[in-house]
């Protein structure tokens, strides 16, 4: 009995659109390079609940023939290629006739179309694979496609498809890429009734990363324009102080098309080595332009992937491209020292003033950063007030300096009885104690006295020295020891993630992506001290961040922990809670190499010596080991 059975033509057709059609993301891909490749100027986009249920591309490219309507929904039929040869010079974006017969196999399509020179126009419906009717109608030149219900007659697809937030922020991403690749096509695109994305279509690719992107990112980029060999490398950079957290901003193009190649990603970042730092990656949207024929775009059902015929020569073109352009913005930021301004946080922050810096370069513009206070932990009360008492000192001085007009003898008595007015006393003149010959414990008995520490000082304002027990020396990494600390601190309230609610909070504009994955992981990022409200079109508001995270730190954190849900499209489980914790740890610790107070030393250095579990910081570094003094003597010959 024959057991091979040759598929029905419905069937196979099905089977094939699961290759080109994966969820609306692709259905609107594949019209709108249609659109492109029909000379369109103007392409209008819209979608209802992520596009599952509607999706209507427009354009006012060509048209289709009324004769070649119903073949153009036809398996492995296209305008594009005529014979093998043509496959080496592909220019259009879509090439292989398998876009509109996928579509229609897995949904309701209507098309309306005119060609120029027509009278009227034609509107064509085709669901499931099945022409329904063709007629005459009245219509603009152009095209416009209509898709509903998608996967309707597929309901085993349809369980894979994700919410749609998700699925309409995958299609404003893929509109996002390419506005980018084609700024001379004005593009609107239209989310449940509401406006997300117009461009200008004049051809200014600037105008185009600035409508989707904004301002923040388009203020802060350098243009690059190379030629290397026979290839052209064109486009823009960003900064190196304006490195982002992620490669979710490195977009490339070839001739026009958006693809992922990791062979550009690694030229541009190579490019970047010692400019920005490790674990920041630059922004980049560089379109190269070379010969058909070194290239292979027939490698990926989604012709996302391209394959070159020589790797190193792209490579280096992308490289000495990137390198040309940062060497020639390479220039030195001018400081202006500004007013004191301080940062309105709470939860331990209100109180902290940051020096704000205005900062200028060769281009004229402008960016206000940020400098904190000399120490980590701030000074004490009486310090901050004998500081006050010595500036009210100054100042009377100085008032009656400039106001003298009596004789000099008369004015010196009276200057001298102002002073001793205010002059505070003596033994408010605090100055931090001698703390070399203090014994540090707290009622400890006479059988643990052996493990008191006595502090001796700090060395290269990175290491503590103490003297521990009557015969041990312990040198602690003050920022490994601090960080181990935190780190307890937060793992112990990890199931009530202790939050620090901001006075102004922080609007952050995000790319569709990063957009969509905080929107699907609130409830994770909630439970780790992020506040997050939707604030539309790919914006967020910040209302509370982790405690103990510095201000400057909280949009960095937050974005690691946005690639980190991107790149594992996990939950945030135990392990992964820990990394985090670790990773607020060691942003909020003091730092190696800042000036520490005594009192500030002598606390980490308590805390470690009546902790015993806590030997090393949460990546594994030691916090703290002992000499003895038989060690040191065998190193003087002592013994």
Known sequence: MAKINVLDKSISELIAAGEVIERPLSVIKELVENSIDAGATMI?????????????????????????????????????????????????????????????????????????????????????????SLEDTGCPKGTTIIVRDLFYNVPARMKFLKKDISEANAVA????????????????????????LKTSGKGDLLQAIYAVFGKSITDNLIPVDYKFKDISV?????????????RVKELFFI???????????????EAFRHTIPVGRFPVCFLNILMACSDTDVNVHPAKLEIRFTDEKTIFDAIYHAV???????????????????????????????????????????????????????????????????????????????????????????????????????????????????????????????????KYVGEAFDTYIIVEYGTDKLMLIDKHAAHERILYEKL????????????????????????????????????????????FGVGTIIVRSAPEYLRNMDIVDTLMEVITFLMENRKDLNTEKVDWFFANIACRSAVKGGNKSTAKELIDIALKIQKDTTLRYCPHGRPV???????????QFFRV
């Open 44 to 132: 209008t986009v819209e979608i209802q609940h992520g596009g599952i249920s509607f999706i209507r591309v427009t354009d006012n490219g060509c048209g289709i023939e009324k004769d070649d309507l119903p073949k153009a929904f036809l398996r492995h039929a296209t305008s594009k290629v005529k014979s093998k040869d043509d496959l080496n010079s592909i220019l259009t974006l879509g090439f292989r006739g398998e876009a509109l017969a996928s579509i229609c196999a897995v949904s309701k399509v209507e098309v309306i179309t005119k060609c120029d020179d027509n009278i009227c126009g034609n509107k064509y419906s085709i669901y499931g694979g099945k022409e329904v």
């Open 173 to 196: 991403s893929i509109i996002d890429k390419m506005a980018i690749s084609h700024p001379e096509i004005a593009f609107n695109f239209i989310r449940d009734g509401r406006p997300e």
């Open 234 to 246: 064109k486009g823009y950079i960003s900064k190196p102080e304006k490195a982002v957290a992620n």
């Open 255 to 269: 001739n026009g098309r958006f693809v992922k190649t990791q062979t550009g990603s690694v030229a541009v970042e």
């Open 323 to 453: 390198k040309s352009a940062l060497m020639k913005n390479n220039n030195p930021l001018e400081i202006e020292l500004g007013k004191t301004t301080p940062i309105q946080m709470v939860d331990g922050f209100a109180n902290s003033e940051y020096k704000q810096i205005k900062m200028t370069d060769t281009n004229n513009e402008n960016v206000i950063v940020y400098t904190p206070p000399k120490s980590t932990f701030g000074i004490s009360k009486n310090e901050e007030k004998v500081n006050n008492k010595k500036q009210d000192i100054s100042v009377v001085k100085e008032t009656v300096k400039s106001s003298v007009k009596e004789p000099i003898l008369e004015t010196e008595k009276k200057k001298q009885e102002v002073i001793k007015n205010i002059e505070p006393p003596v033994q408010s003149k605090a100055k931090e104690p001698d703390r070399s010959n203090i014994v540090f414990k707290e009622e400890i008995s006479k059988k643990e006295e052996n493990t008191a520490i």
């Open 491 to 534: 793992r112990a309230t990890q199931d009530e993630c202790l939050a620090q609610y901001l006075i102004e909070p922080i609007t952050l504009t995000l790319d569709k992506i990063e957009y969509d994955t905080v929107l699907s992981n609130k409830k994770e990022l909630h439970r780790l001290g992020y506040e997050i409200d939707d």
């Open 624 to 634: 703290s080991f002992i000499i003895t003094k038989k060690e040191l003597e065998k």
